[in-house]
């Protein structure tokens, strides 16, 4: 046996197989998410699931708060995210990291903020609320001090609402009371926003805001780090595509997650129901 072969050949293989595993090792990209955000969970979810079944990488999510992932997608420590509010809600985050970032575009179009009632409500405007006494001069708010909340408190100002009371919840209790209205057909106003599960499990409504105390409707964008072009140029190309239809078609998989599914198995659900949609976003 010509040993100088074996050896050369050994080496040859070894070479090799640690080419294909920083081959394997390079596959992979790490997406930032905000868990207390039913939006951020199941966006990031079903893209993870896209990108791991048709673009073959491998995905690692990390629940971060919303400032880390900024932080972490301008310093590279992140790859991706796809729940940046723009051009408000996160104006602020986007003016300091704009230059370090790359906006691969909007994943969801229509999302604003408001009051919401359900659609059997007569009132269509927040000025009705002045002379409707079916809401019992209260609107159910979640933790005080949101953005939404601050709002409220804003518009209340603004329309005369002076005998309403905001009463500050959170966001399981804001739903637990506009569960039992929903249930006793009562009149209620809560604070909310799109997209969220709710629109999915009931027929609601955003009252009109003529003052536009809310401000105009605003666009959830997928936001990738400078490297990532390089480092996954299919995955870049995907988010450049990957945007949601409708509220309804992301809705679908937050009430699944609402209603008991672990986040990974809504999506996997989605993504097999959905072949035509999932094939639109990674198309070449």
């Not at 900024?70 to 729940?83: E, F, H, I, N, R």
């Not at 933790?143 to 005998?163: F, H, P, R, W």
């Amino acid at each position: 046996m010509n040993m100088k072969k074996v050896l050369g050949a050994s080496a040859a293989l070894v070479l090799a197989m640690g080419c294909n595993w920083a081959s394997a090792a390079a596959k992979e990209v790490t997406i930032g998410y905000v868990d207390g955000w039913s939006d951020s969970v199941a966006t990031t979810h079903v893209a993870a699931e896209v990108i791991k079944q048709k673009l073959g990488y491998d995905v690692k999510l990390q629940a971060v708060a919303t400032g880390i992932m900024w932080q972490g997608v301008a310093t590279g420590k992140l790859d991706a995210m796809l729940s940046a509010w723009l051009p408000v809600t996160h104006g602020e985050y986007w003016s300091k990291n704009q230059d370090k970032v790359v906006d691969y575009g909007p994943n969801f179009k229509d999302a604003k903020i408001g009051l919401i009632v359900p659609e059997y409500v007569k009132a269509k405007s927040i000025e009705d609320l002045k002379t409707d006494d079916t809401f019992k001069n209260r609107i159910v708010g979640i933790d005080a001090g949101a953005g939404v909340m601050l709002k409220t408190e804003q518009a209340i100002k603004d329309y005369g609402l002076s005998a309403y009371k905001l009463q500050a919840s959170s966001g399981a209790g804001m739903i637990a009371e506009l569960t039992r209205a929903e249930n006793a057909q009562q009149s209620i106003a809560v604070t909310g926003w799109v997209p969220h599960w709710m629109f999915a499990k009931w027929k609601l409504r955003f009252l009109e805001d003529p003052k536009g105390v809310y401000g105009a409707a605003e666009t959830v964008n997928s936001i990738g780090s400078k490297g990532l072009d390089k480092k996954a140029p299919e995955v870049a190309a995907f988010l450049k595509k990957f945007q949601w239809s409708s509220k309804d078609e992301i809705g679908e998989v937050m009430l699944a997650i609402q209603d008991g599914a672990k986040p990974d198995a809504a999506a996997k659900d989605w993504v097999a129901k959905h072949p035509d949609r999932v094939a639109e976003w990674t198309a070449k």
